[in-house]
T-cell receptor, first 116, second 113 residues
Framework: AQKVTQAQTEISVVEKEDVTLDCVYE???????LFWYKQPPSGELVFLIR??????QNEISGRYSWNFQKSTSSFNFTITASQVVDSAVYFC?????????????FGQGTTLQVKP | DTEVTQTPKHLVMGMTNKKSLKCEQH?????MYWYKQKAKKPPELMFV???????INESVPSRFSPECPNSSLLNLHLHALQPEDSALYLC????????????FGPGTRLLVL
């Protein structure tokens, strides 16, 4: 069975602090895809990144970076120098061949609050 | 353009009403999805349409009836809903296939009285 665990329910930081959101996944597939989405209070899920299981390179996009480690089945997300606009719920999700229609398995989400 | 639009943004309905939620995308995507999201929970998949055919129904009650009139449009018809159906309803679309990214619309906040 596929599963995604985001153990941090809520995180609160002060602006300009760095923060890491953890994501641990379980799957028996050898080919799978991992995603991060941001959901601000307005409700829309905003796509942040997709990573396939064969690409373990870390990725950086501005203040965002992602650390994918197959050995520990983790796909962690770091925000550097956090800003108030980063306040949102962040979801990690998993998709794989077992669900040919692209069904996403979501974690429970981590609520990030960035205080000024 | 990675935009999925949904109307209405907010909807209040009584338990005897019939209403519809609409979703539209112009990205040429061939898969479209309906999700239901309760507060402080992740989205739950309800339906998947692939090439305008219903491919997944996650055991959703029949008071929710999806429709895909064409490759760009997805509707969700609501009838005789219950108060516990109050939630954020999200539409998403993607190219077909497990590797493809799902792009979400802004959602419809539904309140059933």
């Amino acid at each position: 069975a596929q599963k995604v665990t985001q153990a941090q329910t809520e995180i609160s930081v002060v602006e300009k602090e760095d923060v890491t959101l953890d994501c641990v996944y379980e799957t028996r597939d050898t080919t799978y895809y991992l995603f991060w989405y941001k959901q601000p209070p307005s409700g829309e899920l905003v796509f942040l990144i997709r990573r396939n299981s064969f690409d373990e390179q870390n990725e950086i996009s501005g203040r965002y970076s992602w650390n994918f480690q197959k050995s520990t089945s983790s796909f962690n997300f770091t925000i550097t120098a956090s800003q108030v606009v980063d306040s949102a719920v962040y979801f990690c999700a998993l998709s794989g061949p077992a669900s040919n229609t692209g069904k996403l398995i979501f974690g429970q989400g981590t609520t990030l609050q960035v205080k000024p | 353009d990675t935009e999925v639009t949904q109307t209405p943004k907010h909807l209040v309905m009584g338990m005897t009403n019939k209403k519809s939620l609409k979703c539209e995308q112009h990205m040429g995507h061939r898969a479209m999805y309906w999700y239901k999201q309760k507060a402080k929970k992740p989205p739950e998949l309800m339906f998947v349409y692939s090439y305008e055919k219903l491919s997944i129904n996650e055991s959703v009650p029949s008071r929710f009836s999806p429709e895909c009139p064409n490759s760009s449009l997805l509707n969700l018809h609501l009838h005789a809903l219950q108060p516990e159906d109050s939630a954020l309803y999200l539409c998403a679309s993607s190219q077909e296939g497990v590797r493809e990214t799902q792009y979400f619309g802004p959602g419809t906040r539904l309140l059933v009285l």
